[in-house]
């Protein structure tokens, strides 16, 4: 791209740098965080709880598990022993299990008398040998009977059950196990499981937090910091993010846009540069066509002075037509009579009687009549047309020159011309300028026929000639005006008959042209239907005769 084409950038006003758009005044990672707070940290949370239920179960299974067992061995021990050992015995057996270490605070042992439970011993910390819910239930129900006693942190597992013996119940052993040491570990679990989740909510918001400043805040602000350079005009800046996923795509994404954008802004100001040189071109082009608007306004007045000069020696050979024939006409008509007047002079002079006055008078009047006979002969000769120059023409050519001559004019006139020439014409021998005499007076007719222009059509062709002679080139003009009256069709050709206005012609233009035809060997006639425009059909022998030569010169 051309730097002189390039427009300038922009200059962007100064001012303030615009802030990050927030909401509620917090940035896109400290809403995620929150988002991950509101979501996350119920759910981690209630997973702690669930952990720390089942720490809870499991710590009290263990303890009522190692009840069960104490109070089955008891129970057992008493079974087989009971009836045989006195209560010192019963006495040394729980002393001894309290000092095993299992965590047990009290053993009792109750007779069952009569369906009634009666204390027999008990010991440990506790001493008591009040009859309890397990203890009722441990008869009711074979098994062990567990249940939690007091509140924490002196909660306490007890645990009833029955020595079997043959046909009933001997005794119901209790055993009671203290919990503090459960509740503890629960209490101590619990605390563990809630600090562990906190730490761990605040690692995962800590890296979360730090994630989505390297993954999507960062990005997010070189996408910024690219669409405000290029908002300042530096067309060249690219976003350079290295994400992946939806960020890579919207970078890549802009990038191609604003590439595209370059393209559009360097295709555009190709496109500037190609309509200033248009434009530059069209200016030229304008000139030129003035230029040669005016050059055909001086050939199209120079045409009309050509035509206004022709025209005028078309009227001045009209009138001197005119004349000659009016001459001819008056030299026929005089110049009988003289030779008659001659002729009875010299039968006069002839007379022997004539007396000599008389002969000398009549010598005079024979002088003077032979004088004026000399002057017809002299008019005669001046009038008389002069001999054709005749030269190969071609008619095609010809009648191509005058259209192109006369064609200012036509389309002056809203006349349009077509020219039909035909193939392989025929060259005849002809006065070239007498010809186009002929051919510019029946288009001259033409255009005064169509004031409100019209059509002229000009055809020639090559036609067969009469039996013995050569043949012969036909040239038909058709216009579109509005024809020739039948009354005129007749005379159209007769000197000094004119369907024109007064002043308009002499009546003389078609007879001269007939005669001119008719000097170089041809015919012409004319065709017309009233408002259906006129033909003039002018036939040429393709190669003139000896004898027309000579007529014209004997002429």
Not at 98 to 111: D, I
Not at 188 to 194: A, D, F, I, M, P
Not at 428 to 438: C, K, T
Request: hydrophobic share 40%.
């Amino acid at each position: 791209m051309n730097p002189s084409n390039s427009p300038a950038p922009r200059p962007r006003p100064a001012g303030p740098r615009r802030a990050r758009p927030t909401v509620l005044g917090l940035s896109l990672r400290v809403r995620v965080f929150l988002v991950m707070v509101v979501v996350i940290a119920p759910a981690m949370l209630f997973l702690s709880f669930l952990s720390y239920q089942k720490t809870r179960e499991y710590v009290l299974q263990a303890a009522d598990e190692r009840g069960r067992l104490a109070a089955q061995d008891l129970a057992a021990w008493v079974a087989e022993h009971g009836e045989k050992s006195t209560e010192a015995d019963v006495n040394g057996e729980l002393d001894r299990r309290l000092k095993s270490g299992t965590g047990l605070l009290e053993l009792a042992v109750f007779n069952m008398v009569d369906s009634q439970l009666v204390p027999l011993t008990a010991r440990g910390e506790g001493l008591g040998m009040d009859v309890s819910n397990t203890l009722q239930d441990a008869v009711l129900e074979p098994g062990p009977k567990i249940a939690h006693v007091g509140q924490v942190p002196n909660r306490v597992l007890e645990v009833s059950m029955a020595a079997p013996k043959p046909g009933g119940i001997a005794a119901v052993v209790r055993a009671r196990l203290s919990l503090r040491e459960a509740d503890s570990v629960i209490t101590r679990s619990g605390v563990q499981v809630l600090v562990l989740t906190l730490v761990m909510l605040i690692v995962l918001g800590a890296l979360l937090y730090l994630y989505m400043g390297q993954a999507v805040s960062g990005p997010v602000l070189a996408l910024v910091n690219t669409m405000e350079r290029v908002t300042k005009g530096e067309r060249s800046a690219l976003a350079e993010v290295r994400a992946g996923g939806e960020i890579g795509w919207l970078a890549v994404t802009l990038n191609h846009m604003l590439q595209n954008l370059r393209r559009s802004e360097e295709e555009n100001v190709r496109l500037l540069a190609q309509i200033r040189r248009m434009n530059e071109d069209l200016r030229e082009r304008v000139r030129e066509a003035t230029e040669e608007l005016a050059q055909k306004n001086e050939e199209l007045k120079a045409a009309q002075d050509r035509l206004f000069s022709t025209q005028r020696d078309l009227s001045r050979v009209e009138r001197l037509a005119s004349l000659g024939q009016l001459a001819g006409e008056i030299a026929h008509e005089v110049g009988t009579p003289l030779n008659a007047i001659s002729g009875h002079i010299q039968l006069l002079r002839r007379d022997a009687t004539l007396p000599p006055p008389a002969r000398e008078r009549l010598q005079i009047v024979e002088n003077q009549v032979d004088r004026l006979a000399a002057i017809i002969r002299n008019v005669l000769t001046t009038l008389r047309p002069p001999v054709l120059a005749r030269e190969p023409v071609d008619l095609n050519e010809l009648l191509s020159d005058l259209l192109r001559f006369t064609a200012p004019l036509l389309e002056g006139k809203h006349i349009v011309s077509h020219l039909e020439p035909g193939a392989d014409l025929a060259t005849m021998g002809a006065d070239r300028s007498q010809l186009e005499q002929v051919f510019l007076n029946l288009i001259t007719n033409s255009m005064d026929a169509m004031p409100h222009g019209g059509e002229i059509r000009i055809r020639t062709r090559n036609v067969a000639g009469t039996t013995g002679s050569s043949g012969q080139i036909e040239v038909r003009f058709t216009d579109s005006g509005a024809g020739i009256a039948p009354e005129d069709l007749k005379r159209v050709f007769q000197p000094f008959h004119s369907s024109k206005a007064p002043g308009a012609g002499a009546g003389l233009g078609l007879a001269i042209c007939r005669e001119i035809v008719r000097r170089h060997g041809g015919e012409i006639r004319a065709e017309s239907e009233s408002g259906r425009g006129a033909s003039v059909v002018l036939t040429f022998p393709a190669s003139p005769s000896g004898s027309v030569e000579a007529s014209d010169e004997s002429t």
